[in-house]
């Protein structure tokens, strides 16, 4: 089902306080391509910190929702998000996923496959838990991305020949395995079985250095708690019905300039020009 304008203005209410203009595009996209129906049954296919299964929740509250990641740290961190909310959360591994088969209406995966030691493995997994007809909403990270949004891997790409995956400046090579052309993420997705109904490039246009202000300086200091309050109530992506929209708010400042630079991801032919993108974003159903 369409989502509607009340539901896009919620999803708009959770995205306020977010810095990545990638990822905010990410979740419209993934939000508009899974055609959820009231009651139906949804899987968010490493679910991390539980941004997706929190905003799917107040999204569609009678739908029955579940969540699986290996990671045990963001799983406790997912389940305090949620407590009281439909969300069935359960530590595990996607390339043995603990649900029978034809067990979902719907699959969200972002920034997920290229995790995986399998890829290929994973999507036969997700398309074995999905019921036919069912739909699968993906993401990955674009093998040809802006230097703007990570000049450090770049850089780095250019000058060793090869690109930083672990520590602070990994950026968005961070522990994965591969980033993706769009022949090799079809090649993944119809090999399991998927028919691809829409593949899209998200974010060309960013704020220069956008990977780098957001996740090794923000992300640490967030987690860290070592903002002030007033900061970080606007600045953490899961506070961000805290955050009033104050002019006084130096976080807010930087906010309205990032999303400056977004807009012009979506003037008419304003980011369909350009070869460089952040994401490949892939709507799929099970056939």
Not at 70 to 82: H, M, P, R
Not at 231 to 241: K, L, P, Q, W, Y
Request: net charge positive; aromatic share 12%.
């Amino acid at each position: 089902m369409p989502l509607t304008d009340p539901q896009r203005q919620i999803i708009e209410r959770f995205l306020r306080n977010e810095s990545d203009v990638a990822y905010k595009r990410r979740v419209r996209t993934m939000l508009d391509y899974l055609d959820l129906a009231p009651g139906q049954t949804a899987l968010d296919c490493g679910t991390g910190m539980g941004f997706y299964t929190k905003l799917l929740s107040t999204l569609y509250p009678s739908a029955r929702l579940y969540g699986i990641d290996q990671d045990k740290k963001a799983l406790a961190f997912a389940a305090g998000q949620l407590r009281g909310r439909n969300v069935l959360l359960t530590e595990g591994d996607i390339l043995h996923l603990p649900f029978a088969d034809a067990s979902f209406d719907a699959v969200v995966m972002s920034e997920v496959l290229e995790h995986l030691v399998d890829d290929a493995a994973g999507a036969r997994e997700v398309w074995r838990v999905l019921k036919p007809g069912g739909t699968l909403a993906v993401t990955v990270p674009y093998a040809r991305y802006p230097w703007w949004y990570d000049p450090i891997n770049r850089a780095a790409e250019a000058l060793r020949g090869r690109p930083i995956r672990q520590g602070p400046f990994a950026g968005i090579w961070a522990n994965h395995k591969r980033l993706y052309t769009a022949e090799q993420l079809a090649a993944v997705l119809e090999g399991a079985g998927f028919a691809i109904e829409r593949l899209e490039f998200l974010t060309h246009y960013c704020f220069p250095g956008t990977q780098t202000i957001v996740y090794t300086f923000g992300k640490g200091l967030i987690e860290h708690n070592l903002l002030p309050e007033a900061i970080s109530r606007s600045a953490h992506r899961f506070r961000s019905e805290e955050n009033r929209g104050s002019r006084w708010n130096p976080v807010n400042w930087a906010l309205a300039v990032f999303n400056w630079v977004d807009h012009f991801n979506e003037r008419p032919g304003g980011a369909s020009r350009h070869r460089t993108f952040v994401n490949i974003a892939v709507k799929a159903r099970k056939v």
